[in-house]
């Protein structure tokens, strides 16, 4: 079986006085037995996060890594050794916002995801297709060649250690969420993608649904049985909708 896992993105948001008050909000959260949860604070508050929540199952990631592993005359940039360094456990790969706000292409998000785990961070690879993209059709090609191409620089022996997050790109922060059904008709062509390949890949990778997810859409998206858990934004700024959203994936 798959443990479901619920992870939050908080972007560029947060204060040091905001992301304490959500950190005290995720403090007093129950522990949901049988899911795992992560949360990814901006780069700036990853070590403040860690230390407030060490003692509590959850997980700390980063949004991004440089595609230099290790430390080196990269301004601005943080390595994937860094990350590691600071006890970060995972990191975004290929988020819609890097590829499109940053020109992030597969190339660079191969390499990224080579970093993290060259300094054992789990990457968590997004895809995700335009609203027009869907609207003529190509979904499931853009998806495929998401994922094709980080297979075919890595191997498919790269995603054993790793998980993916489907988000339509035109779910993100609109409200609009893909259904139950079409996100599911997307999840199950990205297993069979990966089962092409590898089997037991396939068959055990996690594959996160991301785009609008709320507590009030959260049970009927985790009732799908190709979805194993939410990247979730907006929602994850607020402990208790976010509190909400781990217990349904608690019920999955
Ligand atoms: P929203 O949940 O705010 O739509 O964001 C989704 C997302 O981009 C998570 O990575």
């Not at 975004?92 to 993290?116: M, N, P, T, W």
């Not at 009927?220 to 194993?228: K, T, V």
Request: glycine share 10%; charged share 20%; net charge negative.
């Amino acid at each position: 079986m798959r443990r479901p896992l619920v992870a939050g993105n908080w972007k560029m948001h947060g204060t040091r006085a905001s992301v304490d008050e959500l950190v005290q909000g995720l403090l007093k959260l129950e522990v949901v037995p049988g899911v795992d949860v992560a949360v990814l604070p901006v780069a700036l508050h990853i070590e403040r996060v860690i230390s407030a929540i060490e003692s509590v199952q959850v997980l700390v990631g980063a949004q991004n890594c440089s595609v230099e592993a290790q430390q080196g005359a990269f301004t601005g940039e943080i390595s994937a050794a860094q990350l590691a360094d600071s006890q970060c456990r995972m990191v975004l790969v290929g988020h819609s916002e890097r590829r499109q706000l940053f020109q992030e292409d597969d190339h660079v998000i191969s390499r990224k995801f080579y970093a993290a785990q060259s300094y054992g961070l789990t990457p968590v690879l997004c895809v995700g297709e335009t609203l027009e993209q869907r609207e003529a059709g190509k979904t499931l090609e853009v998806i495929a060649d998401q994922l094709g191409n980080v297979i075919r620089e890595l191997g498919i022996g790269a995603f054993a250690q790793a998980v993916i997050a489907y988000e339509p790109v035109w779910a993100i922060g609109t409200g609009l969420t893909a259904t139950p059904e079409q996100a599911q008709a997307v999840h199950a062509a990205i297993r069979d993608q990966l089962s092409s390949e590898d089997g037991q890949i396939g068959s055990s990778i996690r594959l996160l649904y991301g785009g609008s997810v709320k507590a009030a859409n959260a049970a009927e998206l985790f009732e799908m049985p190709d979805i194993d858990g939410a990247l979730v934004g907006g929602a994850s700024l607020n402990a208790d909708e976010f509190g909400a959203i781990i217990r349904a994936a608690g019920r999955k």
